[in-house]
Structure formats: C-alpha cells, structure tokens
C-alpha cells in the first residue's frame, strides 16, 4: 500500500470513519517537469483527475510538486483538492503561532 494511501485510511480510522481510496497516475507528469515542460506537467496532472472526479469525493495529491495544481483541479473538477505540503506549512504555522509566534 502507498504511503499516502496508508496515511488516509489511518487518519479516517482514528476519525472513527471508513474510506474507499480510489488511486490515479498522472502517467509521464514528473517526467515532463523534469523536461521543464510544466504546462504539460500540468495538462497530465487536470486529465488524469478529470477521469477520475465522477468516481471520488476529494482528491489528495501526493507528490509535492502537485500541490501547484490544487485551485486548477477545484475549479476544474468542483471537489476539494488537498495536498501535503500546502496542509504541513499550514500545520507548522498554526503551532508556531500558538505558541506566540507571529
């Protein structure tokens, strides 16, 4: 099992709650961003999540360098899109502030 799928259904069952995790492949994504092609990068990244929106809730992306496709994919597929590092930085900050710092 993927980390990132392990980690959601761990995180639902400590929620009390079941979760069915439908995987998809953006096949050929990283490649190209590594080809500094991330208009193609991101082309790879809305068809692959458009194939899969009428089977899913919520999509949450586990690469970081897919974080950039969050707002394109909510507004492209109407679901709530969540990605690791955009969720961490927002974690760090709400402790670092509830611990006095601005």
């Not at 970081?64 to 969540?82: D, F, H, I, Q």
Request: net charge positive.
């Amino acid at each position: 099992m993927a980390p990132t799928v392990r980690l959601v259904k761990t995180q639902a069952a400590q929620a009390g709650q079941s979760v069915n995790v439908v995987e998809g492949l953006a096949k050929g994504a990283f490649a190209a961003l590594l080809a500094k092609n991330p208009e193609r990068h991101d082309q790879l990244i809305l068809t692959a999540a458009e194939e899969l929106a009428n089977r899913v809730d919520v999509f949450v992306l586990a690469q970081g360098s897919m974080a950039r496709m969050e707002e394109t994919l909510t507004k492209c597929t109407g679901k709530p899109v969540y990605s690791s590092p955009r969720s961490g930085v927002l974690a760090v900050k709400a402790t670092l502030e509830q611990m006095g710092y601005k």
